[in-house]
């Protein structure tokens, strides 16, 4: 049974750049959250996703954009990227949103 | 907005001692999860509590719900070396889906 599955695992942009990262969620898992992890802190979160639509929303900038897939796979876009976005960024599933969440090895953003 | 806040934020301890790591909100919260990462990894999913005054177990790892449900408490008895990792409190509040994390207690183990 496999878990949630990112991609890319690592990823170089320079400022100003986009990107796109990738989540597969685990099997039997119908909702995808975001978080963005900076060294040494806490999971911050982004967004979260449910039935294609973003239920709630976190302190990003609209930088940060997400879409759900109806295979439950999701996508987070990032626009006009900083170098404070810089981060680890874990996609996390869960049956309904009140269980606990399988999380991804994330993507390890860096920006130059 | 929702904060959680935990404490302390490093702890070292000898092989073999007990360790504690506690979780306070500034709101009430629906429920409560605790997480642990392992060095280089990611968030990996212990437990949830529910209940006001909730206690469940988990071998030698004892999480606690306060009657109040703002604060939680997780304790660690006879700590291994397996046990080494950042611990992170999680909690959601009543009508929200979003799940807010703590800085997490970084634990080290000294064999």
């Known amino acids: 049974d496999a878990g949630v599955t990112q991609s890319p695992t690592h990823l170089i942009k320079t400022r100003g750049q986009q990107v796109t990262l990738r989540c597969s969620p685990k099997?039997?898992?119908?909702?995808v959250s975001w978080y963005q992890q900076a060294l040494g802190q806490g999971p911050q979160f982004i967004f979260q996703?449910?039935?294609?639509?973003?239920?709630q929303r976190g302190n990003f900038p609209d930088r940060f954009s997400g879409h759900q897939f109806p295979n439950y796979s999701s996508e987070l876009n990032v626009n006009a990227l900083l170098l404070g976005d810089s981060a680890l960024y874990l996609c996390?599933?869960?049956?309904?949103?009140?269980?606990?969440?399988?999380f991804g090895s994330g993507t390890r953003l860096t920006v130059v | 907005g929702q904060q959680v806040m935990q404490i302390p934020q490093y702890q070292h301890v000898q092989e073999g001692e007990d360790f504690t790591t506690y979780c306070n909100s500034s709101?009430?919260?629906?429920?409560i999860q605790w997480y642990k990462q392992r060095p280089g990894g990611h968030p990996v999913f212990l437990i949830q509590?529910?209940?006001?005054?909730e206690v469940k177990k988990q071998k030698r790892l004892t999480f606690q719900f306060g009657e109040a449900k703002k604060n939680s408490s997780l304790h660690i008895t006879a700590t291994q070396t397996t046990d080494v990792g950042t611990y992170f409190c999680?909690?959601?509040?009543?009508?929200?889906?979003?799940?807010?994390f703590g800085k997490g207690t970084k634990l080290t183990v000294n064999p």
């Open positions: 709101t009430t919260l629906s429920n």
């Open positions: 996703y449910y039935e294609e639509e973003e239920r």
């Open positions: 099997s039997g898992h119908d909702t």
């Open positions: 999680a909690g959601r509040k009543g009508g929200s889906e979003k799940l807010v």
């Open positions: 996390a599933s869960s049956l309904r949103a009140n269980y606990g969440y399988t």
């Open positions: 509590l529910v209940k006001s005054g």
